[in-house]
């Protein structure tokens, strides 16, 4: 097999490292869900809830499910398979009660972040202080995802790597297609790789 056969076939093991790489970076941003607003109609015995969870891709991060109590008591669970919309959700629910019953909601991201939070029934129609709790249980850095800027630093590097990689390589292989600047850079890199493949 020739040198420059072995070469390209080397070049495309570490191309394909790399792109292999970045398949397996995240697409969604790892965000908790941030806030969630309870609203309770006692003429109709409808809980609205509102649950603020910013994500970029609504399928793979999402409120997975939302559970209920009334009184410390599990009334419902509700699964879902996505998020409504990229900044959060809404759904209602069916929840008899009576005046002074406490309702809690708990709503669980797909990663494992949680959020909850508590109304009391006191009038016609009740609203939901602010979170008394959330939990996380997944460390969320910016380099978690490509969902915000510096996550997405090390994917943009790795591709602009990825491009430089095979223009180089395109001119090693066939120089007479590349600008002269191209030429001569291809050139001695050539001699470079030559060089350090004739050492003993």
């Not at 008591?73 to 919309?85: A, C, D, G, I, T």
């Not at 979170?131 to 997405?152: I, K, R």
Request: aromatic share 8%; hydrophobic share 40%.
């Amino acid at each position: 097999m020739s040198s420059k056969k072995q070469i390209a076939g080397i070049a495309v093991v570490i191309a394909l490292t790399i792109l292999t790489g970045l398949a397996n970076i995240p697409l969604g941003a790892a965000t908790n869900p941030s806030n969630m607003l309870l609203v309770y109609d006692f003429g109709s015995q409808v809980l609205s809830v509102n649950v603020s969870h910013s994500v970029v891709n609504t399928k793979t991060h999402h409120i997975e499910t939302i559970e209920i109590q009334k009184n410390g008591v599990s009334l419902l669970n509700r699964s879902y398979e996505n998020q409504s919309f990229s900044w959060g959700m809404n759904d209602t629910f069916s929840v008899s009660t009576v005046i002074g019953d406490n309702l809690t909601v708990t709503g669980f991201c797909s990663r494992g972040d949680s959020l909850t939070t508590w109304l009391i029934v006191t009038s016609t129609t009740a609203t939901n202080s602010q979170p008394t709790s959330t939990t996380s249980t997944t460390e969320t850095t910016s380099a978690d995802s490509l969902g915000t800027l510096a996550g997405a630093a090390p994917a943009i590097a790795a591709v602009v790597i990825v491009i430089i990689f095979f223009v180089l390589f395109f001119i090693w292989l066939k120089p007479e297609y590349a600008p002269d600047a191209l030429k001569q850079l291809g050139s001695r890199i050539r001699t470079g790789v030559a060089g350090f493949w004739e050492k003993p």
